[in-house]
């Protein structure tokens, strides 16, 4: 790889970013930004394969889950999105700053535009290198392909009980959701994981910064902990999910410790 490799995702990156921007205008949702973030990935991986690619194994195999995480994400959050208001954590950005119209164009899709453009970088390891297909390929596209089918069922579980319920009060903990709280973000996490992990035959193994980043993202900055932000005061019963149900990764849950009911999802992306 060389400087132009870096250079033209991020500037793909940014391009796409500012489309979103102005259809996010139109809409007065920056819940845009989420259904995008996907191509992001896709933008660069392309750019640096074409550049490269040599017919190999490998990079087809990795484009191929890629458009797989990103098509399936895509779809989901557009479905999701399209007949809801503005998502509640960008509700409450919105209210913080003056002139947010303008603003968000920075804070929240050159914000996410950067932060994807990191964490891709083991896709660009892989899209420029010229690498057999190795057992470590393999094993990675597993744990990716996995993790693609684990966010999968998590969001359809979810959606399909938020469409036959309607109230607002409880949690829904079951299925995937009984052993985790935040199973697609988990699903999320093997992706990333996964995708390092194919970079490794490559020479990919200093891009460790790019699961990292994302399990931070997932569990501290985007994910759980604003997700879960004041959840328990909105839902008296989601106090007691919290304690009996890992955050992230599945565990066996603890014993119910009264009577709290199973109702309206709280985990999303």
């Not at 640096?48 to 194994?57: A, E, K, T, V």
């Not at 889950?65 to 919105?94: G, K, M």
């Not at 990716?144 to 089918?149: F, R, Y």
Request: net charge positive.
């Amino acid at each position: 790889m060389n400087w132009v490799d870096w250079v033209l995702p991020l500037v793909a990156n940014f391009f796409i970013a500012i489309v979103g921007w102005l259809v996010s205008l139109r809409r007065a949702d920056v819940g845009v930004v989420d259904i995008i973030f996907p191509l992001f990935f896709v933008a660069g991986f392309l750019i640096i394969s074409i550049r490269h690619f040599h017919g190999d194994l490998a990079v087809l195999i990795a484009a191929s889950l890629l458009l797989a995480w990103s098509v399936r994400l895509s779809a989901h959050l557009l479905v999701r999105n399209l007949s809801q208001p503005e998502d509640r954590r960008y509700r409450e950005i919105r209210s913080k700053y003056q002139g947010f119209s303008w603003k968000s164009l920075f804070i929240i899709f050159g914000f996410q535009a950067f932060a994807a453009w990191i964490v891709a970088a083991p896709l660009f390891v892989v899209a420029s290198s010229q690498s057999n297909m190795h057992w470590m390929h393999w094993a990675a596209a597993a744990v990716i392909a996995g993790g693609i089918v684990v966010e999968g069922i998590a969001d359809w579980q979810l959606s399909r009980f938020n469409l036959h319920n309607k109230v607002d009060n409880g949690v829904f903990d079951q299925g995937l959701w009984r052993y985790s709280r935040h199973p697609n973000y988990f699903g999320e996490l093997c992706v990333w994981l996964g995708f390092y992990c194919y970079a490794l035959p490559s020479g990919g193994a200093w891009t460790i910064f790019s699961p990292l980043l994302m399990f931070f993202f997932l569990l501290r900055f985007t994910g759980v902990l604003r997700m879960e932000k004041g959840m328990a005061q909105r839902r008296p019963a989601y106090a007691d999910y919290m304690l009996r149900t890992s955050a992230l990764f599945p565990t066996i849950p603890r014993p119910k410790s009264g009577g709290s009911s199973s109702a309206k999802g709280s985990g999303a992306h």
